[in-house]
């Protein structure tokens, strides 16, 4: 390959690391430390933060003068304001000045609106760009520990029988396999599960975890059920409300006017319909009545896909359901034609419609927002738990050495870089500096790839970082020495420098192949910190064949073919 094509492609794999670098150097550098507080909070502690901040800034706007210029940190508001004036086809003001912005709406309401968008929306994309950042492990900077409890006593009394330990052991066995498939398909960062007890399990998720994220996908049990709706139960309900205005659910959804429970028909229970709001929480919108016999449950599908509705757009849940499932669907939906059927998730009804021809083995269903369909969808793929489980402890902890260990780690990596450096500067010259920088470009395209895959940063890994900085010279040494030798011989420069390498090759291909064939396994055999070290060491030792072997060299060739060095300095000492 020509110098030209060689430069040319190294400065493409820059560019595209560097791609991949930018969220982490943006959200580790450049974005504030109360920014990312907020941002790696739950959904409902960010509603409360926008909401604050809502009603702040409206505060400080009525309060100034209403002459004054709008402040710069509120200077986002000129965007909605300008539409606000063009929507009303008013006169956009060329300098915007507080009484200008309050102008453009009806009232106090609707400027807390649009302030709480713009904080709603801020925190929300901080929260995208965390997940693509490259994540520090449990033991740098701490994370989340959940606690795990199997309730055998639940189970036993809804199937009616007592089980055996030998059968509880078994279920307990199957439950952990259920959890680390959600856990991978979830996508959260190298989380440790491992058993504690007879019936409890312990969950640590690296990092500043999503509280409600970590409870959907341990608690999401795929607790889908459907119900016919009592129209004629519901119609009393809301008799009832007129006469006695009340909150008839509570936030968790259970019944707290319990004088409604007199008007209900027996064998039907009073649920809450619920939508999501703007911060992705359940917002209860009305109420049902459901007849307390469950139609179909989860455990009935086979399979689940998230698609589009080709209409509307809004995202749908296909389900397949099993032989026997569509035998029971099938029944059900002929029975009550014209009917209200309602789709339930954790006692949740997120969709409800009416039942217009028997269905049997292919369900179709709406009402769910995007990342909630996705989750029902992996969580009804991944297998019902065979026990249910329920959160006894869950505690964000602090890194067990934290900001002490990295920067251990990083002083210890600048350390073997600096000796590393001056070895090869005091030993082999000018060539010495070739071997810097491509050491360099090594060490950065390890960082990038790493990225690409939202990799986590253990200590372990940082140990790899710091073995593969001593193990990248090998094959510059290698290279140097072949060199040498050629240079005895009395050949040119441009012959040393492809002797050297063409000879050196092999050897040092050997070398990583079988370091990399070996970490290769430890990636699939081991886990933890173990595995982490294992993948850096294999990232790191694919760097170092394309530093050693094709960067260097293009830095030799553009020294003897382009610049004409006289002599390719490789040591201070005569060669013979």
């Known amino acids: 390959m020509k110098k030209r094509y060689r430069f040319l492609l190294i400065?493409?794999?820059?560019?595209?690391?560097f791609y991949f670098l930018w969220p982490s150097i943006k959200w580790y550098f450049l974005t504030p430390q109360a920014d990312k507080e907020v941002a790696e909070s739950s959904r409902n502690q960010i509603k409360v933060f926008a909401q604050e901040q809502a009603?702040?800034?409206?505060?400080?706007?009525?309060?100034?003068?209403?002459?004054?210029?709008?402040?710069?940190?509120?200077?986002?508001?000129?965007?909605?304001?300008?539409?606000?004036?063009?929507?009303?086809?008013?006169?956009?003001?060329?300098?915007?000045?507080?009484?200008?912005i309050l102008a453009a709406y009806t009232g106090r309401t609707e400027v807390a609106a649009d302030v709480e968008d713009h904080y709603?929306?801020?925190?929300?994309?901080?929260?995208?760009?965390?997940?693509?950042?490259?994540?520090?492990?449990?033991?740098?900077?701490?994370?989340?520990?959940?606690?795990?409890?199997?309730?055998?006593?639940?189970?036993?009394?809804t199937a009616g029988t007592t089980y055996t330990a030998a059968q509880k052991e078994d279920k307990m066995v199957t439950a952990l396999e259920v959890l680390r498939n959600r856990i991978d398909q979830f996508g959260l960062t190298e989380p440790s599960i491992r058993r504690q007890g007879a019936?409890?399990?312990?969950?640590?998720?690296?990092?500043?975890?999503?509280?409600?994220?970590?409870?959907?996908?341990?608690?999401?049990?795929?607790?889908?059920?459907?119900?016919?709706?009592?129209?004629?139960?519901?119609?009393?309900?809301?008799?009832?409300?007129?006469?006695?205005?009340?909150?008839?659910?509570?936030?968790?959804?259970?019944?707290?006017?319990?004088?409604?429970?007199?008007?209900?028909?027996?064998?039907?229970?009073?649920?809450?319909?619920?939508?999501?709001?703007?911060?992705?929480?359940?917002?209860?919108?009305?109420?049902?009545?459901?007849?307390?016999?469950?139609?179909l449950s989860g455990a009935e599908v086979r399979d689940a896909q998230v698609a589009r509705d080709p209409v509307t757009g809004e995202p749908t849940v296909n389900f397949i359901l099993t032989a026997q499932g569509g035998e029971i669907f099938y029944k059900l939906t002929s029975a009550n034609?014209?009917?209200?059927?309602?789709?339930?998730?954790?006692?949740?009804?997120?969709?409800?419609?009416?039942?217009?021809?028997?269905?049997?083995?292919?369900?179709?269903?709406?009402?769910?927002?995007?990342?909630?369909?996705?989750?029902?969808a992996l969580v009804l793929r991944t297998g019902s738990l065979p026990v249910p489980l329920e959160i006894i402890s869950q505690q964000a902890i602090g890194a067990s050495l934290g900001e002490d260990a990295i920067r251990q780690g990083i002083n210890a990596s600048a350390l073997g870089l600096a000796?590393?450096?001056?070895?090869?500067?005091?030993?082999?010259?000018?060539?010495?500096?070739?071997?810097?920088?491509?050491?360099?470009?090594?060490?950065?395209?390890?960082?990038?790839?790493?990225?690409?895959?939202?990799?986590?940063?253990?200590?372990?890994?940082?140990?790899?970082?710091?073995?593969?900085?001593?193990?990248?010279?090998d094959a510059s040494v290698l290279i140097f020495e072949r060199m040498k030798e050629e240079m005895r011989l009395g050949k040119s420069n441009h012959a040393v420098v492809k002797a050297g390498f063409d000879r050196a090759f092999w050897a040092i291909a050997d070398s990583n192949i079988t370091t990399i064939i070996a970490a290769l396994v430890l990636t699939q055999l081991a886990k933890g910190s173990i595995q982490g070290f294992a993948v850096t060491l294999t990232v790191g030792n694919i760097a170092t064949l394309f530093s050693a072997v094709f960067v260097s060299r293009l830095i030799f060739d553009f020294n003897v073919d382009v610049l004409k060095v006289r002599k390719i300095r490789v040591t201070w000492r005569k060669i013979a």
């Open 11 to 17: 400065l493409v794999l820059v560019a595209v690391g």
């Open 55 to 100: 009603d702040e800034v409206v505060k400080k706007l009525v309060a100034q003068n209403p002459d004054d210029p709008l402040p710069a940190d509120q200077s986002y508001l000129v965007v909605k304001a300008t539409a606000r004036y063009r929507e009303t086809k008013k006169s956009v003001p060329a300098s915007w000045r507080v009484r200008d």
């Open 120 to 157: 709603r929306s801020r925190m929300f994309a901080l929260k995208d760009l965390k997940n693509q950042t490259l994540q520090l492990g449990l033991d740098l900077r701490g994370g989340m520990y959940v606690v795990i409890r199997a309730d055998f006593a639940a189970l036993e009394k």
């Open 199 to 295: 019936d409890q399990v312990i969950v640590e998720i690296p990092g500043t975890a999503d509280p409600e994220a970590v409870r959907r996908f341990i608690m999401g049990k795929g607790l889908l059920t459907f119900h016919i709706a009592d129209t004629d139960a519901l119609q009393k309900v809301r008799e009832h409300q007129a006469q006695t205005p009340s909150v008839l659910l509570d936030a968790a959804g259970n019944v707290k006017d319990t004088n409604v429970l007199s008007v209900l028909p027996k064998g039907t229970v009073l649920r809450g319909v619920y939508q999501k709001d703007a911060y992705g929480l359940d917002e209860l919108k009305g109420y049902t009545v459901l007849q307390e016999e469950v139609g």
């Open 337 to 376: 034609v014209n009917k209200v059927l309602a789709v339930a998730l954790d006692n949740k009804v997120k969709a409800q419609a009416t039942i217009s021809e028997a269905i049997r083995d292919q369900v179709r269903v709406s009402g769910f927002k995007e990342e909630e369909a996705r989750d029902l």
């Open 419 to 473: 000796l590393v450096f001056l070895f090869m500067i005091l030993y082999y010259r000018r060539a010495g500096l070739n071997a810097i920088i491509a050491q360099l470009l090594n060490l950065y395209i390890i960082v990038s790839v790493l990225s690409v895959f939202n990799f986590t940063l253990t200590l372990s890994a940082i140990a790899g970082l710091v073995l593969n900085v001593g193990m990248a010279v």
